[in-house]
């Protein structure tokens, strides 16, 4: 239902220090200025679908993203529903399933991607001594929403001479 073209484009979403998480999208390519959307979620299967509270809008007061707190990321599938009206009339909605245990790994399908935005190493300790001309760093990898090996976790030292 809903005319052609008036469902949002682009949708993705963005977890960042460990439980915030953004979700973006592009307006319908023959959405209105008086086109209004408005994205629903269910992150797991046993929960209720929720509307967003925190919305992101654009510059004609369109809203174009929602921010989340509190997420909790499983190995479920989220659902998500973007739908709207304008001029009092229903648009295209749309609808996807991601599953959660994927965000983080770049999973790409369609027309949206998911990321995980990690925060960097914690409690970085640097020993230098004079005398043998070397340092030993130690770092705790990073806090993430769902990867529990630390063996997962590449890391690159850059060194600066000051």
């Known amino acids: 239902a809903g005319m052609n073209g008036t469902a949002i484009e682009n949708f ?5 220090n460990v439980s915030f998480m953004n979700c973006t999208w592009h307006v319908g390519r023959t959405a209105t200025e008086d086109t209004q959307y408005f994205l629903y979620w269910r992150p797991r299967k046993k929960d209720d679908v929720t509307e967003c509270q925190n919305y992101i809008k654009d510059t004609c007061g369109r809203h174009i993203g929602c921010q989340f707190q509190n997420v909790t ?10 739908n709207g009206s304008r ?9 996807k399933k991601i599953l959660l245990y994927q ?12 990321v995980e935005k990690l925060t960097p190493p914690l409690n970085v300790t640097v020993n230098c001594t004079e005398a043998s001309h070397r340092c030993c760093i130690w770092w705790q990898p990073p806090r993430t929403s769902h990867v529990k090996k630390s063996s997962c976790f590449k890391y690159e030292i850059v060194i600066e001479n000051k």
Do not use: R
């Open 73 to 82: 990321i499983e190995n479920s599938n989220a659902y998500f529903l973007v």
């Open 12 to 16: 993705a979403c963005v977890i960042f």
């Open 103 to 114: 965000i983080g790994k770049h999973f790409f399908i369609s027309d949206y991607i998911t």
């Open 87 to 95: 001029s009092g009339q229903s648009i295209q909605s749309y609808e």
